[in-house]
């Protein structure tokens, strides 16, 4: 089922959203500070390519004084808007029946565009 789900949401638009991450990321790595930045925009695009059957936990040192700076960067910069954009694109997902579970992934990567630093894939 998640095989179907992610085929599904990288044909309606998964695909596009998580090459913009990637290639976000990508040219981000280009200079030394915003290596660390373009990083987890890399993550962000590899998590939004394929939602379905991935899980998003925090690692052990996610409260480490750097982390949380980075986060705020983070959050100040980057997240807020890609956040809203997420949560944007759930709420008309979430209108259909149909758009329910593709509308919960959004609402899934949520945390992870807010604060990506300190939190891993699996």
Known sequence: ??????????????????????????????????????????????????????EIVPTEKANRPLRVIFNMIWLILFGWEIAVAH????????????????AKQHFRLIPLALFPFGQELR
């Open 87 to 102: 949560f944007v694109h759930g709420i008309i997902l979430a209108i259909t029946i149909i758009g329910l579970p593709f």
């Open 1 to 54: 089922m998640n095989l179907l789900g992610n085929i599904i949401w990288l044909i309606f638009g998964g695909f596009l959203t998580g090459l913009g991450y990637i290639i976000g990321g990508l040219l981000t790595c280009l200079t030394i500070v915003g290596i660390p930045f373009g990083m987890q925009a890399i993550k962000i695009g590899v998590a939004t390519m394929a939602p379905f059957g991935t």
